[in-house]
């Protein structure tokens, strides 16, 4: 369901090559035997997992996915108060089948797995989606957040457009929810773009599309479609839907769509 590879892959280890080319083949990524002479972002295997680095020298950045982060834990704990559950769960429904269709570094869809609901992950770029599966797959090594993952969370390499399309037409379950946070160009220059909100646009670029992945959204979700965005801009421009409320969270605004056909 995605094109053209994206990324570059290298083995940090030459013990590690034969993992690294599984990867390479699963999530449409180039293998390469260094990372001498290349463009970043450039996405190394270690035997501590799989990272983006995303400059050389000490200016580079390194982004990684750790799903067992101290502060993280401590918003799974109070998952259900967290802003993004309260949007998607509107008050109305305990658990259901969740769509994060710009799932990015998973932080959104492990919340929301802790608040109870059933989550497919999507992710369209290659080496992201990867990193999302390596970090799942670390932390497997804590029993609980295994179980978790393994009842709750699936993450597809997948054009969320596409899916979405898919669901519609009856070729995967239809989620209750869509989720969507796009990186769109419009965040330019606002607080929230800061560490690893900009690591990550650093790597994937801005979404481009925003009314076609809500159309795409609205077609495919049983209850309701919510979208995050910057406090102060405008909902996504869209010929016929509405936004049916909304929830405030610092600089960002959750518009909720209800489904009401």
């Not at 369901?1 to 994206?6: F, H, I, L, R």
């Not at 999530?27 to 463009?39: I, Y």
């Not at 450039?42 to 400059?55: D, P, V």
């Not at 993952?149 to 989620?175: K, M, S, T």
Request: charged content about 25%; glycine content about 10%.
């Amino acid at each position: 369901m995605v094109g053209e590879p994206v990324g570059l892959l290298v083995a940090a280890d030459e013990s590690l090559r034969p993992a690294a080319a599984a990867l390479a083949e699963r999530f449409g990524l180039r293998l390469a035997d260094s990372s001498e002479g290349q463009s970043f972002p450039i996405f190394i295997l270690r035997t501590s997992g799989l990272e983006a680095r995303l400059g050389d020298g000490d200016r580079g950045r390194v982004l990684q996915i750790d799903f067992t982060d101290a502060a993280l834990e401590r918003r799974a704990r109070q998952a259900r108060g967290e802003a993004v559950v309260r949007a998607v769960a509107a008050h109305s429904i305990s658990g259901g089948l969740v769509c994060d269709a710009t799932a990015g570094l998973g932080v959104d869809s492990f919340l929301l797995v802790h608040a109870g609901f059933d989550v497919i992950a999507i992710e369209r770029h290659g080496g992201i989606a990867a990193m999302l599966c390596d970090g799942v797959n670390r932390a497997g090594r804590y029993p609980e957040l295994r179980a978790l993952f393994e009842a709750r969370l699936r993450i597809v390499h997948a054009d969320a457009r596409a899916w979405l399309q898919g669901a519609r037409r009856g070729e995967y379950e239809r989620p209750d929810v869509v989720y969507l946070d796009p990186m769109f160009a419009a965040r330019e220059g606002a607080a929230l773009v800061r560490g690893a909100m900009r690591d990550l646009r650093a790597v994937v670029g801005d979404d481009a599309g925003d009314a076609a992945l809500l159309d795409a959204a609205l077609g495919a979700a049983r209850r309701r479609v919510v979208v995050k965005r910057m406090h102060d801009a405008p909902p996504i421009a869209h010929g016929s839907a509405r936004v049916h409320h909304e929830l405030r969270d610092g600089v960002v605004r959750f518009d909720v769509y209800e489904i009401t056909r």
